[in-house]
């Protein structure tokens, strides 16, 4: 079974703090993605990333950036947190971008 | 614009009350759609994928169909444990983006 770990369950940040979430897959795929999830608005892309070193934007990369420096880790990063950036965050990943994606189990992330 | 709107928003059933969940989509050129299960406070479980208008999917007491404009997830005979949210995604042939509906919340009462 693909296993996605992400670092944190719960993580309480304060305005302006540099936050970094880590997520880490054992299956050696070369896809990985990150989401945030509100009530009402659903899955949206932040980064995404198909190999080391690269990464392109999703929907909603404003406040954010994102690390892979190996392959079977990907990290979200939010430069200087603000209060809408509280929600929970999931990171997926793929063995080819035509499968679907196999998700861990969130950090819900509160910024106070 | 390509989108995803899954209907009913939340759905009380009683066990054993089979019924359906309906994702309907717009979007050019489909290549797979996906549905999850997501339980509260985790993340969203992959159950299947289907790929062209006609084709059937089974596990357990779930039954994915696809049509060329929806998708249905029914549930027969379903039982507490089935209680969860229910996502619908689609992935078209000229882009790998995957495009999330809002979810179902099934809530079966024993």
């Known amino acids: 079974d693909v296993k996605v770990t992400q670092s944190s369950r719960y993580l309480v940040k304060r305005t302006g703090e540099k936050v970094f979430l880590e997520c880490v897959q054992d299956m050696d795929h070369e896809n990985m993605f990150w989401y945030r999830q509100d009530p009402g608005l659903g899955l949206r892309l932040i980064y995404f990333?198909?190999?080391?070193?690269?990464?392109e934007k999703g929907d909603i990369p404003e406040g954010y950036s994102v690390s892979r420096e190996k392959k079977e880790r990907f990290s979200l990063i939010l430069e200087s947190a603000s209060t809408n950036q509280t929600s929970m965050y999931l990171c997926?990943?793929?063995?080819?971008?035509?499968?679907?994606?196999?998700f861990g189990d969130g950090t819900r992330l509160s910024i106070l | 614009e390509d989108q995803v709107t899954q209907s009913p928003e939340a759905l009380r059933l009683q066990e054993g009350e089979s019924s359906s969940l309906n994702c309907s989509y717009t979007?050019?050129?489909?290549?797979?759609l996906f549905w999850y299960r997501q339980d509260p406070g985790k993340g969203p479980e992959f159950l299947f994928t289907?790929?062209?208008a006609g084709e059937e999917k089974e596990k357990e007491r779930l039954k994915a169909t696809l049509t060329k404009k929806e998708s249905f997830l029914h549930i027969t005979a379903p039982k507490p444990e089935d209680s969860a949210t229910y996502l619908c995604?689609?992935?078209?042939?000229?882009?790998?983006?995957?495009?999330f509906g809002k979810g179902t919340r099934l809530h079966i009462l024993p």
């Open positions: 990333s198909y190999d080391v070193k690269m990464k």
């Open positions: 289907l790929y062209s």
């Open positions: 979007v050019s050129g489909l290549r797979g």
């Open positions: 997926a990943s793929t063995v080819s971008r035509y499968q679907p994606q196999h």
């Open positions: 995604a689609v992935q078209r042939h000229s882009h790998d983006k995957i495009i």
